[in-house]
């Protein structure tokens, strides 16, 4: 912010109307300032996007999943933001079992999941699923706030911390 008002501070800029001694009018003027502090504006956001890694200018993570404790499975994986719980389903699901088990899908120009550790990526149409352990996380429908209903159905399984990143069920 400061470097931005430097910047705009520094800029001397001389308006001058063709066959006048008067200059541009105020409101030209303004006008043009404004234009020029927003793209000062705009470059300062896309380096700091570059720079934290976030953004269409910089790189490719997300904090996609957080640990959480849920009482009766101990430490277990979670949507960051919503805390719904993820499931993992050897089998895999199928299109219409993803209408009551919704994938967990990265945020859109995002490669890498960030947010516990065994997470991985796989291909999702034109999108990227999130894995842990290489099986694919879903969220259950039934669902509501911090509960763990889907455990045992339909062959999900709550996704369980563990310390080592192999294949598990």
């Known amino acids: 912010m400061l470097r931005e008002k430097e910047a705009v501070a520094s800029m001397r800029f001389t308006f001058r109307r063709a066959g006048g001694p008067r200059g541009m009018s105020w409101a030209a003027r303004a006008v043009v300032a404004v234009a ?3 793209g000062v504006t705009a470059a300062t956001a896309g380096i700091a996007a570059a720079q934290t ?59 890498t999941p960030t947010g516990a550790p065994c997470l991985g990526t796989a291909p999702h149409g034109t999108r990227l699923q999130v894995t842990y352990h290489k099986l694919r996380l879903y969220t259950f429908i039934n669902d509501t706030g911090h509960s763990v209903t889907g455990n045992g159905v339909a062959g999900f399984h709550v996704a369980k911390v563990t310390p080592a990143c192999t294949a598990t069920r």
């Open 53 to 111: 890694g976030s953004g269409p200018a910089g790189g490719t993570t997300a904090l996609v999943v957080n640990e959480a404790f849920r009482t009766g499975f101990g430490k277990v994986l979670v949507v960051h933001g919503s805390g719904r719980a993820l499931y993992t389903n050897p089998n895999g699901c199928s299109a219409a079992c993803q209408s009551v088990w919704p994938p967990l899908l990265m945020p859109v120009g995002t490669t």
């Open 36 to 38: 020029m502090v927003g």
